[in-house]
């Protein structure tokens, strides 16, 4: 059993800054990427950023120069940089892992409220 635990939300004023966390522990396998995904109340869920495991990175077009998502492989965790956040990111925030040969994992999700 592998459980994502993921910490960092909360409620920030526009132009603020947030850092998520997402640790992975239990049954730990093979990692081939580490992802963050947003949903917004009635949209769908989007990709905001994916790290693989030798560091390539890819980031939603309207995140891009804002968020940095980075991991640390020892400690099988996943952070996200917010920076100059808007309103617009206001969703539910969701950790998500790829595991070679095994079905993905996701977080419970964490709340980010940005206040115009």
């Known amino acids: 059993q592998v459980q994502l635990v993921e910490s960092g939300g909360g409620l920030v004023q526009s132009g603020g800054s947030l850092r998520l966390s997402c640790a992975a522990s239990?049954?730990?396998?093979?990692?081939?990427?580490m992802a963050w995904y947003r949903q917004a109340p009635g949209k769908q869920r989007d990709l905001v950023a994916r790290i693989t495991s030798g560091g390539s990175t890819n980031y939603a077009d309207s995140v891009k120069g804002r968020f940095t998502i980075s991991r640390d492989n020892a400690k099988n965790t996943v952070y996200l940089q917010m920076n100059s956040l808007k309103p617009e990111d206001t969703a539910v925030y969701y950790c998500n892992v790829d595991w070679a040969g095994r079905r993905d994992s996701w977080g419970q999700g964490t709340q980010v409220t940005v206040s115009s």
């Open positions: 239990g049954s730990i396998f093979t990692i081939n990427a």
